[in-house]
C-alpha cells in the first residue's frame, strides 16, 4: 500500500481516541459524539489536508435534525440557512466583515490587554495560593477566563464570567446531531449587542462588534446573524485555547518538561515548539463535523464517491507517523489544529490563539514557581464538539 494518512474506514469504533494524557479522564461529566452514520463513514487522516473538499452542502441528511439546530451551526462556519436553501451561502461576506481582528496587526495591538489580564489572573491566584499552600484550578482560575477575556476583548463586550464559560461547555459537549437550543444565551448577546449599539460613545468604534453594529445600520447584514457571529466567534475562541492552554501545561508536566521550558522562557523559539507540539498532541477537537463530499475524489488509496460523509479525524491525523505519540517539544510539528481544507475554512482566529497559549506559558511559568499537576487534585472534562476542562487542579510554591 503506497504511504497513506488514512487511518481507519469503517464505522465509528475503528477511529483512534485522543492521546490520553494523565490529565485526561474519559467518563467524567462525558458524552462521545454520536451519530448514526455507522459504515457509510470514512475515516481520514492529514492527507486530507492536501485534498480539497468543495464547499459541502450540509444538508438534513448531514444532520440529522438540523431543523432544531442552535444558530451557531447556522453560523459561518457551519450549515448556514442559505444553503439549507439551496442558495449561495453567506460564509464569505461574514468573514469579510469581521477578518481584519484577526490579523496581526489587530492581535498586537490587543496584547497589552491579554497581558494585563492575565498578570491580574496569576495575581489572584498567587493570592488564592498563599492562603491554601498553592492550590489552584488552571481551567477555572487561568484558562477559561483569560481565553473569555481574551475574546471579549476582541469582540468588544464584557464577557469575563463563568456562567458564560458553562453555557459554552454545555454547547460544545452535546452530540453534533442534538446542540440544545440555548435561548438564553441569544437573549443575552441581543441584549450585550444593544447596549453596546446604543451607548457607543465617541471614542469606540473599533472592534469587531462595531462593525457588526454598522452592517445591520446599513442594511448590510441580516440581523439574524447577529447571533450567530458573535457566539462562533466566542466559542470559537474560548472553548478551544482554554482547553489547550490546559493540555499545554498538562502534557509538559507529564513529561517532566515543565521545568527545562521554564529555564528557557527568553528562548522564543522553543516556546514556539511548545505550542505546536501541545496543538498537534492535545488537539481540543475530536473531529470535523461530517463534511459531505460534493464530487468524486480519490483521498489516498481511497476512491471517495460523491456524496460520501467525510469526517476528518484531528487527533488521529496528527498522530499518524512514527513516534506521533511521542510528545517532543524538539520537533516542528506538523499538524492540523487549525484546518480541515474545506475551503475555504481555515481558523480565523489562529494567530491569536498562537499568540494567546505562548503568552499564558510564560506568565503561568514565569509566575508560579514550581507549577505541577496536583498530585491530590483532580481533573473533569468534558468531550463532544470539542474537549474541554471543567476543573484541572495544579498546585505550585506560595511564597509565605
Ligand atoms: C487552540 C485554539 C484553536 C483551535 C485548535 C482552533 C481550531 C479551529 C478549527 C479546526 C476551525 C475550523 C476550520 C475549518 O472549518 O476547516 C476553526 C474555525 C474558526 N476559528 Fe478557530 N481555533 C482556535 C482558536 C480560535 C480563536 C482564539 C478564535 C477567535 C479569536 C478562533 C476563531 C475561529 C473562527 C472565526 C473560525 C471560523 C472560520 C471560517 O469559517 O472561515 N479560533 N478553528
Redesign the pocket.
Known amino acids: 500500500m503506497a504511504e497513506t494518512n488514512i487511518i481507519a474506514v469503517g464505522n465509528f469504533t475503528q477511529m483512534r481516541r485522543p492521546y490520553e494524557p494523565r490529565l485526561y479522564q474519559p467518563g467524567v461529566d462525558a458524552f462521545w459524539q454520536d451519530t448514526d452514520f455507522g459504515p457509510e463513514l470514512h475515516v481520514v487522516g492529514r492527507k486530507l489536508a492536501e485534498e480539497t473538499i468543495p464547499r459541502p452542502e450540509l444538508t438534513r441528511k448531514a444532520y440529522p435534525s438540523s431543523d432544531d439546530l442552535h444558530p451557531s451551526f447556522t453560523a ?2 457551519g450549515d448556514d440557512p442559505d444553503d439549507r436553501a439551496g442558495t449561495p451561502g453567506c ?1 464569505d461576506e461574514h ?1 469579510a466583515l ?1 477578518r481584519q481582528w ?1 490579523e496581526t496587526p489587530a492581535v498586537r495591538r490587543m496584547e497589552d490587554g491579554f497581558s494585563a489580564l492575565a498578570d491580574r489572573l496569576i495575581a489572584a491566584i498567587r493570592a488564592k495560593g498563599d492562603r491554601n499552600g498553592g492550590r489552584f484550578d488552571l481551567a477555572n482560575d487561568f484558562a477559561g477566563p483569560f ?1 473569555l477575556g ?2 471579549g476583548q ?1 469582540i468588544g463586550l464584557e464577557l469575563a464570567e463563568a456562567d458564560w464559560r458553562d453555557k459554552i461547555n454545555v454547547h460544545v459537549s452535546a452530540p453534533f446531531s442534538d446542540i440544545p437550543r440555548q435561548y438564553d444565551i441569544d437573549a443575552e448577546i441581543w441584549r450585550l449587542f444593544g447596549l453596546r449599539a446604543v451607548r457607543r460613545g465617541d471614542g469606540d468604534g473599533g472592534q469587531l462588534i462595531d462593525a457588526v453594529i454598522d452592517a445591520v445600520r446599513d442594511d448590510r447584514l441580516d440581523p439574524r446573524f447577529v447571533v450567530p457571529i458573535v457566539w ?2 466566542l466559542i ?2 474560548e472553548s ?2 482554554s ?2 492552554i490546559v493540555s499545554m501545561l498538562g502534557l509538559l508536566d507529564e513529561h517532566g518538561l515543565t521545568d527545562q521550558v521554564r529555564a528557557n522562557l527568553d528562548d522564543d523559539r522553543l516556546l514556539t515548539r511548545v505550542v505546536e507540539e501541545s ?1 498537534r498532541m492535545g ?3 475530536d473531529s ?1 463535523p461530517p463534511l459531505r463530499a460534493v464530487r468524486d475524489m480519490r483521498i489516498g488509496d481511497f476512491d471517495v464517491p460523491k456524496d460520501t460523509i467525510v469526517w476528518v479525524w ?1 487527533v488521529s491525523a496528527n498522530r499518524d507517523a512514527p513516534n506521533d505519540d511521542r510528545f517532543d517539544i524538539t520537533r516542528q510539528p506538523n499538524h ?7 475551503d ?7 494567530h ?3 499568540r ?2 505562548k503568552l499564558a506559558l510564560t506568565k503561568l511559568l514565569g509566575g508560579l514557581p514550581h507549577l505541577r499537576r496536583d498530585p491530590e487534585g483532580s481533573v473533569r472534562q468534558v468531550v463532544g464538539l470539542n474537549n474541554s476542562y471543567l476543573q484541572a487542579d495544579f498546585v505550585f510554591a506560595p511564597e509565605h
Do not use: E
Open positions: 459561518p462556519w460564509h468573514i469581521i484577526f481565553a481574551c475574546a476582541l462562533m466567534v470559537a475562541a478551544t485555547t482547553a489547550n496543538l488537539h481540543v477537537f470535523t484531528y492540523i489544529a487549525f484546518s480541515t481544507s474545506r475555504p475554512h481555515v481558523c480565523l482566529g489562529a491569536m490563539a498562537r494567546m497559549m
